[in-house]
Nanobody
Framework: VQLQASGGGLVQAGGSLRLSCAGS????????MGWFRQAPEKEREFVGV????????NYADSVKGRFTISRDNAKNTVYLQMNSLKPEDTAVYYC????????????????WGQGTQVTVSS
């Protein structure tokens, strides 16, 4: 499974970005898909996850109400819509596939994309 994240960039505080994560290779619509982020000198942290059907989502408290995950299984693509961005959202954002569990622990995720940089200026 290969994952390609895109859509990052520089945005002012209060702005929006939409990240995409396209899967290829041995992909399956029955994978849960998560988003994580890592700021400089910080550990990778959970952002959100969507179930394989799209029927369930879970978000970190820090992004709840501002970020929305969706997926298009026909396109093997997952999206992270980020609104009301804050400078503290600045990080490299990663998408990942969990073939079994649905949750927040990065150790549950089997495949990772290369990351896309999001920078929010104040």
């Amino acid at each position: 499974v290969q994952l390609q994240a895109s859509g990052g960039g520089l945005v002012q505080a209060g702005g929006s970005l939409r990240l995409s994560c396209a899967g290829s290779g041995r992909t399956s619509s029955r994978y849960n898909m998560g988003w994580f982020r890592q700021a400089p000198e910080k550990e990778r942290e959970f952002v959100g996850v969507i179930s394989w059907s799209g029927g369930s989502t879970n978000y970190a408290d820090s992004v709840k109400g501002r970020f929305t995950i969706s997926r298009d299984n026909a396109k093997n693509t997952v999206y992270l819509q980020m609104n009301s961005l804050k400078p503290e959202d600045t990080a490299v954002y990663y998408c990942a596939v969990a073939t079994g569990r649905f949750g927040v622990d990065p150790q549950w995720y089997d495949y990772w994309g290369q990351g896309t940089q999001v920078t929010v200026s104040s």
